[in-house]
C-alpha cells in the first residue's frame, strides 16, 4: 500500500496548522485521517 507512516506525518502538520487558523473543517478532516492510517 502507500505510505501511511508518511501520510500520518503530514496531515499532523496539517492539524497544527488548521488548528492555528482555527479551521474546524480540515482539523475534523486530519484528526479522522490519522486515526483511519493508524489502524492496524
Known sequence: ???KKG???TAKLSL???T???NADYV???NDS???WSKK
Request: avoid cysteine; charged fraction near 35%; charge should be negative.
Open 16 to 18: 497544527s496548522s488548521a
Open 7 to 9: 501520510a500520518i506525518e
Open 1 to 3: 500500500m502507500g505510505d
Open 28 to 30: 475534523k478532516m486530519n
Open 20 to 22: 492555528d487558523a482555527k
Open 34 to 36: 490519522i486515526a483511519e
